[in-house]
Antibody, heavy 116, light 110 residues
Framework: EVQLVESGGGLVQPGGSLRLSCTAS????????MSWVRQAPGKGLEWVAN????????FYVDSVKGRFTISRDNAKNSLYLQMNSLRAEDTALYSC?????????WGQGTLVAVSS | QSVLTQPPSASGTPGQRVTISCSGS????????VNWYQQLPGTAPKLLIY???HRPSGVPDRFSGSKSGTSASLAISGLQSEDEADYYC???????????FGGGTRLTVL
């Protein structure tokens, strides 16, 4: 059974940093593209970033370029999102997503709140 | 404003057939595959349709997807109360170099 467990969320002041982690199990992590997708309270889904199986390709939504960095450690079956220079509009539930033909399976997410 | 346009709401009565549209452009739907997701209240999104018209195992055949040109549609036949949820389309956008989601459609079963 596929399991994706996110951690690292919390309350942070504007301009602060957080590092999100996702631990995967139930599938061969190194074989799949992975993404982070966020959902602001009461809003729709927004793709944030994705990363190729070996980490050689990474893509980001324009609003986070230069501030967020996606990475992975296949030996630890883990996905990460380093978030710097956080803004109020980054407040959302951040979910780790396994790809197949696009985003396929979501974790339950970790909540990030940016507020002073 | 989402790159992919969906109606914000849709409704139907039990047993009815409803369709949800997703309109894009040449750089996204016109070139790439479309997926559909169902998000029940308070839960994570679930893949409903992948690669335009394929159902993952476990998804009832009441759900079907199609794509034509720069638009895609999700059809739900034999509507049931448990189908009440938010539905999202998604595809890759070659101009943005990223995945894009529609704004979502809230389906109400009357």
């Amino acid at each position: 059974e596929v399991q994706l467990v996110e951690s690292g969320g919390g309350l942070v002041q504007p301009g602060g940093s957080l590092r999100l982690s996702c631990t995967a199990s139930g599938f061969t992590f190194s074989n799949y593209w992975m993404s982070w997708v966020r959902q602001a309270p009461g809003k729709g889904l927004e793709w944030v970033a994705n990363i190729k199986q070996d980490g050689s390709e990474k893509f980001y939504v324009d609003s986070v370029k230069g501030r967020f960095t996606i990475s992975r450690d296949n030996a630890k079956n883990s996905l990460y999102l380093q978030m710097n220079s956080l803004r109020a509009e980054d407040t959302a539930l951040y979910s780790c997503v396994k790809h197949l033909s696009g985003p396929e399976y979501w974790g339950q997410g970790t909540l990030v709140a940016v507020s002073s | 404003q989402s790159v992919l346009t969906q109606p914000p709401s849709a409704s139907g009565t039990p047993g009815q057939r409803v369709t949800i549209s997703c309109s894009g452009s040449r750089s996204n739907i016109g070139t790439n595959i479309v997926n559909w997701y169902q998000q029940l209240p308070g839960t994570a999104p679930k893949l409903l349709i992948y690669t335009n018209d394929h159902r993952p195992s476990g998804v009832p055949d009441r759900f079907s997807g199609s794509k034509s040109g720069t638009s895609a549609s999700l059809a739900i036949s034999g509507l049931q109360s448990e189908d009440e949820a938010d539905y999202y389309c998604a595809t890759w956008d070659d101009s943005l170099n990223g995945w894009v989601f529609g704004g979502g459609t809230r389906l109400t079963v009357l």
